[in-house]
């Protein structure tokens, strides 16, 4: 193995791992953008993402060449002379050409390359014999592993040609535009071929046709000129060549491209890198170079809780449950005599019972979808102005999108994050109890007073018993008794104006606390609905802007 052909394989196994790297690069943009950006970018890319692939995965050994023209350039004669055989008719009858034909050199691989291409059974031909000697001296040999086709004419009449020319050119690996003397400046070629692919200099060639029915001083000018063209029009240093098919030795400089790209083999990657370039280019205007926010500000997600928190109503669940608080500690350290009293008045919110109470408070958070949806959208809305401000317009759009993601089942969620705080009625303070039994003994005291005043009007003072003991049968206790009582009572109200007090005390940092509760579960709940989804678009965001930079920074 020589040299030079050692150095070839180390520059085609080079540029094979760089496109490796850029259709990677490319296949996660696509993975990111998805849903997210332009989705005919998206389509255009993972289409050239399947052909590489495809492509990649047939003959690397062959390179596939097209002869592609306007009518009357001469495509046809040049095939069957670099072919060596009239395989393309040729004539004056436009077009001759309605088919592409295939010419092959080395047919060990070259099948499902051509099925690929789609190039008809019937036009496929092979070559395995030498050829007359070019004008360079290169041997026919040296054009092993070249898949040359020639296309129909591109200004053909017929629809289907054009077709076929837009086909062939999107997966040559080496673009031949030949053009004649009188029509070089073709319009029809320039604006739908040169021109859009005049990023693909380092795989395009310029034949400049038919020199023969120039005088030697014209070619070099039509060179020029035609130089001067494609410069213009952005093909950076064109490789012209030019051919007669009829002069000897009039294809030599072609035939000495051709062999020079085939020993190469880098074509087909070359074609490749500039397409995948030519595509994230695209991708430049969904990136910008300033460096994304990773998340919401503390601020403005502060701003969100406190703005959901309103929408759940938790300042009304406070009161509500410290109303409730105090209703229940009434049972508790409430005077048994006064709760009675109420009773006999038919208060109407004594009937109601705390069970009821907290059902229904629970029963308040079920996602309802009127008002409090409306009250949830108000939360929501601006809610991602700032981190979307410097964002790329779909970005922006597919972070706003991921702030609303969840906006339907907030209300619900809310509503349980709500219920779960909600404390359970039949869990009272261990103080209560005891209120409640030293009340209910001094009931029992006043009770037993009550008895014993009675006794001792009816044996003391009625007489209705004969020799009763003295502690019923003295009417003098009557006054001490009585002062017992109003004591016992006494102590009683005290006690339980004292008891509300404290309730009161406790009931308003018992609601403190279950809205500080409540705004921890909703915070909870803004997290996983809200800020989480917009933390992850904005991640994706930062990747995608990432591999977009890496892949423009490789192209340029």
């Known amino acids: 193995m020589t040299t030079t052909t050692t150095a070839t394989q180390e520059r085609g196994s080079g540029a ?58 001469g495509k046809s004669s040049l095939f069957n002379a ?17 088919k592409a034909h295939a010419c092959v050199w080395g047919l060990d691989g070259a099948g499902p390359l051509l099925d690929w291409l789609g190039v008809d059974k019937r036009y496929r031909y092979a070559r395995a014999g030498s050829l007359e000697t070019g004008g360079s001296g290169a041997s026919s040999g040296s054009l092993q592993g070249l898949v040359l086709i020639d296309l129909p004419d591109h200004d053909s009449i017929a629809e289907m040609h054009r077709a076929e020319v837009d086909r062939f050119v999107s997966v040559a690996d080496l673009l031949v535009w030949v053009v004649d003397p009188q029509k070089y400046a073709d319009a029809a070629l320039h604006r739908d071929y040169i021109v859009p692919y005049a990023r693909h200099a380092d795989v395009t060639v310029i034949v400049l046709n038919q020199i023969d029915r120039l005088q030697p001083e014209e070619v070099g000018e039509c060179v020029s000129d035609l130089r001067r063209l494609l ?21 030599a400089d072609l035939r000495d491209v051709l062999v020079e790209t085939i020993a190469a083999r880098r074509a087909r990657v070359e074609r490749l890198m500039v397409d995948v370039d030519r595509l994230v280019e695209r991708f430049a205007g969904y990136a910008t170079a300033a460096e994304p926010p990773s998340t919401i500000g503390e601020r403005r997600a502060a701003e969100l809780v406190d703005a959901l ?17 105090e209703l229940r500690a009434e049972d508790y350290v409430g005077w048994p005599i006064s709760r009675l009293t109420a009773r006999l008045r038919s208060d109407p919110l004594r009937k109601m019972r705390l069970t009821e109470l907290r059902e229904e408070l629970r029963g308040a958070f079920t996602g309802p979808v009127g008002a409090q949806q409306g009250d949830v959208d108000t939360a929501l809305h601006g809610v991602t102005d700032e981190v979307t401000a410097g964002l790329p317009e779909d970005w922006a759009r597919a972070v706003r999108a991921a702030s609303r993601s ?27 109890w005891l209120i409640k039994t030293w009340q209910y003994f001094l009931l029992l005291v006043s009770v037993v007073s009550l008895v014993w005043i009675a006794l001792l009007v009816a044996c003391g003072v009625a007489g209705v018993w004969d020799d009763p003991p003295a502690l ?20 009683g109200a005290l006690t339980a104006s004292a008891c509300r007090n404290v309730v009161a005390l406790s009931s308003a940092r018992h609601g403190e606390r279950m809205e500080e509760q409540m705004r921890a579960r909703i915070a909870e709940v803004a997290e996983e609905r809200v800020l989480y989804p917009v933390a992850d678009e904005l991640r994706a965001y930062a990747r995608f802007r990432d591999e977009a930079n890496a892949l423009l920074h490789r192209s340029s």
């Not at 490319?26 to 990111?32: K, P, Q, T």
């Not at 670099?82 to 309605?98: A, F, N």
């Not at 019923?472 to 102590?491: D, K, N, S, T």
């Open 16 to 73: 094979e791992s760089g496109l490796a790297a850029r259709l990677e690069g490319l296949r996660r943009l696509v993975d990111l953008g998805s849903g997210r950006i332009d989705p005919g970018l998206l389509a255009d890319a993972a289409a050239l993402l399947e052909r590489a692939e495809q492509r990649l995965g047939l003959s690397g050994e062959h390179t596939v060449v097209t002869l592609a023209g306007g009518t009357g350039s």
């Open 406 to 432: 969840h906006a339907a089942d907030l209300p619900e969620a809310l509503g349980d994050s709500l219920k779960d705080v909600l404390p359970e009625f039949n869990q009272v303070p261990r103080w209560w």
């Open 309 to 325: 928190t309103d929408a759940a109503g938790v300042s009304a669940v406070a009161e509500a449950m410290e109303s409730a608080y």
């Open 231 to 251: 410069e213009a029009e952005g093909l950076a240093d064109p490789r012209i060549v030019t051919t007669s098919a009829v002069a000897e030795g009039g294809i």
């Open 82 to 98: 670099i072919c060596g055989l009239k395989l393309s008719p040729v004539g004056m009858r436009r077009p001759m050409t309605s």
């Open 472 to 491: 019923i049968g003295e009417a003098g206790l009557i006054p001490y008794v009585a002062v017992l009582l109003g004591c016992v009572l006494g102590m």
